[in-house]
């Protein structure tokens, strides 16, 4: 077997630990599924209307789209940022440089284990949005919200991990995570859309990276966009901040490995 | 042909290594080398670069000069195939809590070409009552030991043990001494650094004493400042009312009173004792508490290091 072969299955098992680990851990579980399900439950029960301002389109399928984008920010942002911090102020890190195992494949399976959480979290929000609420099914346009969510989903992951620099001790890292992204998602379209809002609002708005995840999420479930919803408005944006993602977690991660 | 040259040359080498901070000379110059299959013991006071140094050797910081080869491999470099090779045992390390004795031997064995099964590990520490109990739920004796099993799931030939029985109760300690001394026997190499002066005299084959950033004496542990050399101490206590006087003449031989209990101190300890024993026996006289000792590996240790006042130089783990 070649190594990359044996990395590959080594990846593979570690994704398995890491889902044991999550799962155990009934605070992160609760944050990841229960608590964006909930908000979709309250706020489609809450709001049988429809959005005038987005040409009539229904609570539902305005809610369901943008609780999505904030369940990729708790799963692929809050909680990757924590489990990193945690891993790294329990000297865990430190032990795992010791042994044999790459960085890459001990960092490929705590991604792979957020990503199984975020699918999971998706499943459900779709089967409340959908069947339930009787949200509009995406049909072709599965295509462009799958797009969005995965490139979505890789933003905020590079971007929680860097974000671990910023976590000193890992039990007040959720409140400090909280208050770099609750201004975000008030401004993103994800609690009520801001379209009506100032410009300069939106304008700031346009630069932060959960602004095109939602609405390129929400233009699948608006009745208004046919096709395959690829929106290369919010796609682009996106593969930016994949870019800037990318290039703050490699900064962060070399000097997590430096040697003084 | 590498591996065969890797094998023949020395477990551990160290040669002139310095490590310089901003202020700090912390590692002065130090040298040494560590055959395979021998258990070295780094001992020193706080503050005398001991940490730093191990944290070379191990490939956690590089030297500002000089030269550290771990079996044949610059750990600075930390390539795989050398820590492959090797187990350490850290001072505080992390565990992932929520995972159970069992599923991190057996995650951690899979990072390792070769492996030791996670039974046998448990067994070795005597974790049998608590393989489906997570880290979490564990003392901080069993976390010693699970970090010691963690150490050995590779099967390392080099296993570096940093303080591995703090916090053990004496029996703990005990057993993981003896399986330690069982791994040498197989032929692995131990870098150990250890408070304990009873751990360095039972388990270590050679040691070394580092005082303000340099080497200041390494031997055996019987033998280091020039302890084999040093004079016998006899020591009994005299019935009441009795003084030195009544003993017999001891050629070269100090003798002195502290509390009661005499103190003689001889390079002849042989004839000392015979004649201070048969003295006791003609005369019908009782010697309570008698013992003869050499002067203990703490005794050396404490004069080799007395010269140095114990400070928090050390640097910091940088994050």
Redesign the interface.
């Known amino acids: 077997m070649t190594t990359t072969t044996t990395d590959l299955k080594l990846a593979a098992w570690q994704v398995r630990y890491q889902q044991r680990s999550f799962w155990r851990n009934k605070r992160a579980a609760f944050f990841s599924i229960a608590f964006p399900a909930l908000f979709l439950v309250i706020f489609g029960g809450l709001n049988g209307g429809h959005l005038k301002v987005r040409g009539d389109l229904s609570f539902v399928d305005f809610y369901t789209p943008s609780i999505m984008a904030y369940a990729v920010v708790l799963i692929c942002f809050n909680s990757t940022a924590l489990i990193v911090a945690t891993l790294r102020e329990r000297d865990v890190l430190k032990r795992v440089r010791t042994t044999p195992i790459p960085g890459v494949v001990y960092g490929a399976g705590i991604v792979g284990s957020m990503a199984i959480v975020l699918l999971i979290a998706i499943g459900v929000l779709f089967v409340i949005g959908v069947p339930l609420y009787g949200a509009h099914v995406p049909g072709a346009k599965t295509i462009g919200m799958l797009l969005t969510l995965i490139l979505g989903a890789a933003v905020f992951t590079t971007l929680g991990i860097a974000a671990a620099k910023l976590i000193g001790k890992p039990e007040n890292g959720a409140g400090l995570i909280t208050i770099i992204t609750l201004p975000m998602i008030f401004l993103s379209n994800i609690w009520f859309p801001i379209d009506g809002a100032p410009q300069w609002v939106q304008d700031i708005a346009k630069v932060m990276p959960l602004r095109p995840l939602a609405d390129g999420l929400q233009s699948a479930f608006d009745p208004r966009f046919g096709g395959t919803a690829i929106m290369w408005r919010d796609l682009i944006p996106l593969l930016i901040w994949l870019t800037i993602g990318a290039v703050l977690m490699t900064w962060y991660l070399r000097s997590l490995n430096r040697r003084a | 042909m590498a591996s065969r040259y890797r094998d023949r040359v020395p477990a551990i080498e160290v040669h002139e290594v310095h490590k310089r901070y901003d202020d700090v000379h912390a590692v002065r110059g130090v040298s040494f080398d560590i055959d395979h299959g021998d258990v070295f013991c780094l001992l020193g006071p706080n503050g005398a670069g001991k940490t730093t140094l191990t944290e070379i050797i191990?490939?956690?910081?590089?030297p500002s000069s000089g030269n550290v080869s771990v079996l044949g491999y610059d750990p600075?470099k930390?390539p795989?195939a050398l820590?492959?090779r090797?187990g350490?045992v850290?001072q505080?390390?992390?565990?992932?809590?929520?995972?159970t004795v069992g599923?991190l031997l057996e995650?951690?064995g899979?990072?390792?070409?070769k492996s030791l099964p996670p039974d046998h590990l448990i067994d070795l520490v005597e974790l049998d009552a608590k393989r489906d109990t997570?880290v979490q739920d564990l003392s901080g004796g069993q976390r010693r030991r699970l970090d010691l099993a963690?150490g050995l799931v590779?099967d390392p030939d080099v296993l570096f043990l940093d303080e591995p029985t703090t916090g053990f109760d004496p029996h703990a300690r005990r057993h993981a001494w003896s399986t330690i001394r069982n791994l040498c026997d197989t032929g692995k190499t131990v870098f150990l650094t250890t408070h304990f002066m009873d751990e360095a005299q039972y388990l270590a084959d050679r040691v070394a004493v580092m005082v303000d950033g340099a080497i200041v004496a390494s031997g055996p542990p019987e033998a280091i400042g020039g302890r084999d050399e040093l004079p016998t101490e006899i020591r009994f206590a005299l019935p009441d009312g009795m003084d030195t006087g009544v003993l017999p003449a001891l050629p070269d031989a100090a003798i002195s009173t502290d509390d009661g209990v005499v103190l003689v101190t001889t390079s002849h300890g042989v004839e000392a004792a015979h004649a201070i024993t048969g003295w006791a026996l003609a005369s019908g006289t009782a010697l309570r508490q008698f013992s003869v000792a050499q002067p203990t590996l703490e005794d050396v240790y404490l004069a080799l290091t007395s010269q140095s006042v114990p400070d928090e130089t050390e640097?910091q783990e940088?994050?």
């Open positions: 191990e490939g956690h910081r590089v600075g930390g795989r820590r492959d090797i350490v850290l505080s390390a992390g565990i992932q809590e929520e995972l599923e995650m951690t899979r990072w390792y070409s997570r963690l590779g640097p940088s994050r």
